[in-house]
């Protein structure tokens, strides 16, 4: 079975400032995760994936990711937050078998100006 | 643009009158997938279309059903909706080749409201 944590509910930060939205998975096997984001009212976003390679994963909008495999953590980060990037993220991973995508809770991240 | 298209964005039925919701995609994807998300949750899966071939979750309600006429569109019917039933429905495509994992393109969803 696969899973996905997001430990935060909601996340603030100041603009500016770095960000982090973190992630925690748990599959048999190696991984492939992905980062979504939601704004009010409407569909999911694709923001960037990790299915091998480098552990750092850039992806839209400024958005990266590191895979830490020992960790099975797969955080969101960005380097200077904006008020634009105020929304809901969403963690997720399907191991290398199945073909669904199961979704971490969802993170509601706040960037205050 | 290439895109995933739901219609209608917001829809209101009564308590048990049947309803249909539509998805159409203009990106060719061969995998389309339905999507159950409440008040900001994570959305749970319903079911998919892998080609013609179709996959219902083990959880997905007998009241749900699905509908894929061609590669391009796609229909979730609920027969009886209920009041637990209200929520946001969200159609996603993929393009699936063996098992490289491509990522979901979703449409912005149709809100369903049931009185």
């Known amino acids: 079975a696969q899973s996905v944590a997001q430990p935060e509910d909601q996340v603030n930060v100041a603009e500016g400032n770095p960000l982090t939205v973190k992630c925690t998975y748990s599959?048999?096997?190696?991984?492939?995760l992905f980062w979504y984001v939601q704004y009010p009212n409407r569909g999911l976003q694709f923001l960037l994936k990790?299915?091998?390679?480098?552990?750092l994963v850039k992806g839209s909008y400024g958005f990266e990711a590191e895979f830490n495999k020992s960790q099975t953590s797969f955080h969101l980060k960005k380097p200077s937050a904006l008020v634009s990037d105020s929304a809901l993220y969403f963690c997720?991973?399907?191991?290398?078998?199945?073909?669904?995508?199961?979704f971490g809770s969802g993170t509601q991240l706040t960037v205050l100006p | 643009d290439a895109m995933v298209i739901q219609n209608p964005r917001y829809q209101v039925t009564q308590f048990g009158k049947p309803v249909t919701l539509s998805c159409s995609q203009t990106?060719?994807?061969?995998?389309m997938y339905w999507y159950q998300q409440k008040s900001s949750q994570a959305p749970k899966l319903l079911f998919h279309?892998?080609?013609?071939?179709?996959?219902n979750e083990a959880d997905t309600p007998d009241n749900f059903q699905s509908r894929r006429p061609n590669t391009s569109f796609c229909f979730l019917d609920i027969r009886s909706p209920g009041l637990g039933d209200a929520a946001m429905y969200l159609c996603?495509?993929?393009?699936?080749?063996?098992?490289?994992?491509?990522?979901?393109?979703f449409g912005p969803g149709t809100r369903l409201t049931v009185t």
């Open positions: 996603a495509t993929s393009r699936e080749v063996g098992k490289v994992p491509y990522e979901q393109y």
């Open positions: 599959v048999s096997g190696n991984p492939y």
């Open positions: 990790y299915i091998t390679g480098d552990n």
């Open positions: 997720a991973v399907r191991d290398r078998t199945a073909r669904q995508l199961t």
């Open positions: 990106l060719n994807h061969n995998v």
């Open positions: 279309y892998y080609d013609k071939d179709f996959n």
